[in-house]
């Protein structure tokens, strides 16, 4: 029970490492072994978060070198996410094994599992780390495993979108661990907590300065936050559809779980404001909001649509960071869930059209809603959760960052946030024309059966997730506020 | 303390990593813009591996007879890591880059903007 909490991280992880030699001689094992990799996971976070529950947050000293000299674990009300990170990824496996099959070639798809469980390892280690290095090792984990997914299924555009994303991610990530080092030199600590108190003492300021300036920086790269998002449509598009899921709905949340675990280390300054930075913050995440919807209302690819729409949505919670009231805070957290949810249906019901289709422009996918109903029932949903219709998932977020916007005495950003919300409502309304109310333009969509059910299945899973994530909210928002605190309470 | 000249080191990494920095956005060949990438890694490396320094330090393996101050050997374990994550980075843009060449017929960065 103790050795719950390093088995989350490490059970992907060694998993991931095993699927070559599972799948040796027989390929086919890959899927099963990811699979119940995954699942296993999810159980790991389930009774973590349970656990966080009952007797509030808990840390675990790796190798029993007690901290701040050992590498801390640590289980709070951020590292809940782990279960939402977990539960997107086990639907995401289950997809991918009939989506493998025709996007992947047969030689790499032992690895394609490989590095997707590598990748969920990264992902939960990092909810759940106490210490700087730590993070930047499972950023890495997450980072380095993303690129080659994106290339993974081959295509001119899909290795030149994964290298421009490869530099992008490598320069912010040298930008972080630049200022891990600053803040070891220092401080002479690596623990989080550790480092925030001693932090209090320190007089030099450029380098302080410095650090805050990279670690900003290089999270917002990561995050794709405007106007350092330019490496994401074509990453997010290209990437075969599971993917693509997993990019939008996980790893760009990377950057900004690790911009709440980075900032509160400097509040404890008293020469430094915060104040500057969480404004420019939320002004980006404004602009991020409108650009990202603009940009995606020009697109005809679907998957394009949805990329720019992570862009939007990335700026939703940021604006709801930047503005550092605890419900605007506590708003932007749970959308960090619920986006996650919601644009994981999205991009997987768009891949599944993509499967059995083979086509991708909105032109070209008119009247697939009559000949895949379930599917498109789920990207209906997921397109209306987005938008943020009342009692869906996505409407939490935006009305608790509306909220934070009163709250802080700044109603134009809570109109930036509405504008979005009718521009993104425009996009979304010609994703449902042409799938419902055009006539088709290509003969093969009369033909096109629905989705296999090994897609079907975690689609709609995810597309009711998607409706009862906004129905019993309460969870994920009292969570979420607990979160926030150690954020709100420095504006 | 004796000023800031104690810090030149410091400056010298500072500069290393704008030099990577500029090569990666200003150099169309992509193979530059990975040596770029690594100039930038390499800057960060000898920062970290340098603020491990004591002054007077010696290694620190603890013996009969040795005393302290001893150098902070942290920092160089920190950075192994730090090395295979580069190295795996360049690998993978490496092979990115064959990739590339094989489908496209250039690396220039220039040129393949007009093939997408």
Redesign the interface.
Same mark, same amino acid.
């Given at each position: 029970m103790q050795h719950l909490l390093p088995l989350a991280a490490v059970l992907p992880l060694v998993a991931g490492a095993l699927v070559p030699a599972v799948a040796w001689r027989r390929p086919d094992r890959a899927w099963g072994w990811a699979v119940a990799a995954g699942s296993g996971t999810l159980v790991v976070t389930a009774l973590l978060t349970l656990r966080l529950l009952r007797t509030g947050p808990f840390s675990y000293p790796l190798g029993g070198w007690a901290p701040p000299w050992g590498i801390e674990l640590r289980f709070d009300a951020l590292s809940a996410l782990s279960l939402g990170i977990a539960m997107i990824y086990l639907a995401v496996l289950v997809f991918s094994r009939r989506y493998a099959q025709s996007a992947v070639a047969p030689q790499r798809r032992a690895w394609f599992y490989s590095l997707l469980l590598v990748n969920l390892g990264g992902l939960v280690g990092f909810a759940c780390t106490a210490d700087l *290095?730590n993070m930047f @090792?499972c950023m890495?984990l997450v980072s @380095?495993s993303s690129? +080659?997914l994106v +290339?993974a299924g081959g295509?001119?555009?899909a !290795?030149?979108a !994964? *290298?421009k994303y /490869?530099?992008a991610g !490598? @320069?912010s990530?040298?930008l972080v /661990? *630049?200022s891990v080092?600053i803040l070891? +030199?220092l401080t002479?600590s /690596?623990n989080m907590a550790d480092v925030a108190v001693r932090l209090a003492d320190v007089e030099a300021r450029g380098p302080v300065l410095l650090a805050v300036g990279a670690l900003t920086v290089g999270f917002m790269v990561k995050a794709a936050l405007f106007p350092l998002h330019l490496w994401l449509p074509d990453a997010h598009a290209s990437a075969p559809g599971p993917v693509s899921a997993v990019l939008s709905a996980l790893v760009v949340k990377l950057g900004v779980i690790g911009l709440v675990r980075v900032l509160p280390l400097f509040t404890g300054l008293e020469w430094l404001s915060l104040a500057p930075l969480q404004e420019a913050l939320a002004w980006l995440g404004a602009i991020a909001i409108v650009t990202g919807a603009l940009a995606a209302l020009l697109q005809e690819d679907i998957k394009l649509m949805l990329a720019y729409s992570t862009v939007s949505n990335v700026g939703y919670i940021v604006l709801g960071i930047g503005l550092a009231t605890p419900p605007a805070v506590t708003g932007g957290l749970v959308h960090v869930l619920n986006h996650g949810l919601i644009k994981a249906t999205l991009f997987l019901a768009a891949g599944a059209i993509i499967y059995r289709t083979g086509y991708r422009t909105l032109r070209d996918l008119r009247g697939v809603g009559r000949m895949m109903p379930w599917t498109s029932v789920a990207l209906s949903l997921g397109v209306l959760s987005i938008v943020g219709l009342p009692p869906t998932a996505g409407f939490l977020g935006k009305w608790y960052i509306a909220l934070g916007a009163f709250e802080a005495g700044r109603p134009g950003f809570a109109i930036a946030l509405l504008a979005g919300a009718l521009l993104i409502f425009v996009y979304y309304l010609r994703i449902l024309n042409a799938l419902y109310f055009r006539a088709p333009l290509r003969e093969e969509m009369l033909a096109v059966r629905e989705a296999p059910v090994s897609m079907l299945l975690p689609v709609l899973a995810l597309a009711l997730l998607c409706l009862l994530g906004g129905l019993f909210g309460s969870g994920p928002v009292a969570l979420a506020a607990r979160a926030a605190a150690a954020l709100a309470g420095g504006g | 303390m004796t000023g800031s000249w104690q810090n030149l080191d410091y400056f010298a990494f500072v500069a290393l990593f704008c030099i990577g920095l500029y090569v990666v956005l200003a150099k169309s060949n992509l193979v530059k813009k990975l040596l770029g990438l690594n100039i930038m890694e390499t800057s960060v490396f000898a920062f970290i591996v340098t603020s491990g320094m004591v002054d007077g330090g010696t290694a620190p393996i603890v013996g009969p007879g040795v005393t302290g101050p001893f150098a902070s050997p942290l920092p160089h374990a920190l950075i192994l890591t730090g090395i295979v994550v580069a190295v795996s980075i360049t690998a993978l843009a490496l092979a990115l880059i064959v990739e590339i060449k094989r489908q496209c017929g250039t690396i220039e960065a220039d040129e393949l903007k007009g093939l997408d």
């Open positions: *290095f @090792v890495e @380095v690129y +080659a +290339a295509g001119r555009i !290795a030149l !994964a *290298f /490869l530099v !490598a @320069v990530s040298m /661990l *630049f080092g070891h +030199a002479g /690596l | -």
